[in-house]
């Protein structure tokens, strides 16, 4: 499934303060990094100011949101239905299988697209090669094991057996499978998990029955479990998430397009959590397979009833008839339906793309022949609080005239890609008969932390995952260590180190006003590093915090850039003191984090987004990149109303362009409630005149009777744009995004004297 992005570049030495081109300018004073020696002096005695790591941009302007789109090369293969794609790890996404939407033609080929070079080739594959097939599944085990299951043959025919490409061999094997074979299927969901092999639900018979139960293949005993009911499914995803199985997607019973979540809780349950023992043990009886049943679209089965197997790659039917009084999967089963929502992305237009990363499932929302491009988007689902949130807009995600077919991630939940083709409207095939794009989407740029770190963002999450691990998770030294943090060594703490910070009631809190001008007497300013390419002052009339006490091994350990500092035998060494012009209460929550890795809510630090806002500040400036991801992700996951104008513009200071867009457009949605908050008016008169000229030339707010008037009109919202609604005391503000256009009553009757305007209104 996916692989990290390129980390962030790192500094090697201190550099200096200022910026090159005005290091000769002589009003300002500084310090230049390792040149700083330890009989420095400051203004202000015995305190020192923290040297700031120039600020790393890690994205331009100019490249948008937009992520970026390759063409591959190589033996692009046709335009596959139903085959298999599985990201494997080393940069390689392997497509095995699937039918040729021209030519009907099935195959059991075996691609390989290197992700390095954009590379498709045809690999030469050996042993036990399967029968052809399409709708089966993949999953990767053990990191270069691929256990396909099932599908459906050239003619037509379900298949119910189990083989295993060795990706460091390219060698075939098929397992000697012992209990009840499952029926065969086709276009089901598969998913490891401690070394069982999960199947639910798909597609059997020659009626196209879905199938609406689970089992699994133990892939240590190589035996199958009995059979479960739990979901009618098929075309859908699967997962599994804090000991819980979850499937989302697809089309149910009825051949509508499902937007129900369903999760099996997998922990507790001696069935589904125990070895199998001898094979396989059903002291019921219900699990026994049906021996020599006869093919319900009347070919002749393979099944041999002396051996009670079925013969390898054979490309029979495995249709077993189904039992009435099959019970329900073991462990607790739950079900949710999401009927409406401004964030729920509607199941019945456009191409869906379903994955699980960072506790979250993402819904890609592609272009097709029933949605444009301005309709489409990617969407979360978080799944500790079951509550949808756009992340992206389609236009800033997909570039028009493409259509996406497959989508796959790597295992470390960070990076998805898109397999698809450009639409040649001059002939009837073309390009479009070919995988021959590759969108690349880093999904650490849209807040998500990734598989590996997201036990560490939200404390029901961390709950949740350490519950399911053997051992619990590992605390380290530094946890323990944060007992003692910010005690006085006299108390017996063993703290070695003092860090003194602006008090939390100085102006700079606020943003700006205590930054003062190169025009002051050079004597009153301190350099304190810079945001962007400009340095900031800090006055020395700005109050100071009470001294915070810390440990200077975890220091060390844990901050790069203090580590650098402390080698280079600057004055903090001699006086194991440090001033940081930070907020007092940002500066320990970024302390408290060097001790235990986490910024997840505090009784004391960390407890609101001004000091999360704060974080993300001291992330850039001193090149944290894992500070940096999880404060995106929790502003993103917590924006609210009060601290919206503040997570904008402490985003717009770090080049967070998509944060500061998300926030943008909170603020437009919220505007009226936005504007009252303490966040927004202390915003500087630049960062105010830049948040309101934001909102689109055309726009306008909405209130009482017009909006009243627009409530009343909810059902021709024909766009999906979310708007305000008055009984949640939330004003209208127009963006240009969203336009709503009558379809009951048309606007021009609310604009008496507005003939010429366009039979709508601009909504947010």
Known sequence: MAQPATPVGSTSGSAPLLPASQTSAPTWTGFTGPSRTASSTSAQANAYLMPASPAKSRRHSSEGHRPKMSKATGSKPACLVNASVTYCGNNQIYAFGGFDQFTDEVYNHVLKLDLYTLNWSLVDNYGDIPGVRMGHSASLYQGHKLLVYGGENEHREYLSDVVILDLKTMYWTQPDVQGPHPRGRARHASVVYEDKLFIIG????????????????????????????????????AWIWGGRLWIFGGLG??????????????????????????????????????????????????????????????????????????PNAPGAISSLKFLSGPHVPPQSSGTHFHVYSSGTLLDFVTPAATIRSTECNLSSLELDSLRWQKLVEGPELFQPGYRWHYCTINEDGTKAWLLGSQIDTSTSSGQEAQLSEVLAVDLRKYGLLGNDLVYQSNSEQRRILASERETSISQGLGTDLASMFDIPPDSGSMTDFTITANADDSDICSGSSTLNSPTEPAETRFSIGSTASAPLYLSSNTSTSPPIHVHKMILQARWPHFKRLYAAKMAEFH???????????????????????????????????????????????????????????????????????????????????????????????NWGRVVRTEGFRGLSRGSLMELCEVVDMEGRVVNGEELEAVVGNVGWCADGGSFAVGGLGRDGVGNGRSRARARGRRMSDIDDGEEGDEDGMEIS
């Open 202 to 237: 798909g597609l059997t018979g020659e009626t196209n029955y879905i199938l609406d139960d689970i089992c699994y293949l133990d892939l240590k005993t190589w035996t199958w479990s009995r059979t479960w009911s739990f979901a009618g499914r098929f075309d859908h995803s």
């Open 253 to 326: 019973p009825e051949m509508e397009r499902s937007t129900e979540i369903w999760w099996l809780d997998l922990k507790g349950s001696p069935s589904l959590g125990m070895p199998s023992m001898d094979g396989f043990s059903d002291p019921n009886g219900l699990g026994r397979s049906i021996s020599g049943s006869m093919p319900s679209n009347g070919t002749t089965s393979n099944f041999n009833p002396i051996t009670n197997a079925y013969t390898a790659n054979s490309g029979s039917v495995h249709v077993r008839s189904s039992r009435k009084d099959r």
């Open 575 to 669: 006086n194991q003191k440090l001033h940081i012009p930070e907020p007092y209460s940002v500066v320990r929550a970024f302390l408290y984090y060097l001790y235990t890795d986490s910024i997840a809510p505090h009784s004391v630090y960390c407890q609101d987004l001004t000091d999360v806002a704060g974080m993300l500040v001291m992330a850039n400036l001193y090149d944290m990149p894992k500070l940096r991801l999880l404060c995106v992700h929790r502003l993103s996951r917590e924006l609210d109303v009060e601290h919206a104008a503040i997570v904008w513009e402490r985003a717009g200071r770090t080049n967070e362009e998509w944060l500061k867009h998300r926030a943008a457009r909170f603020c437009l949605s």
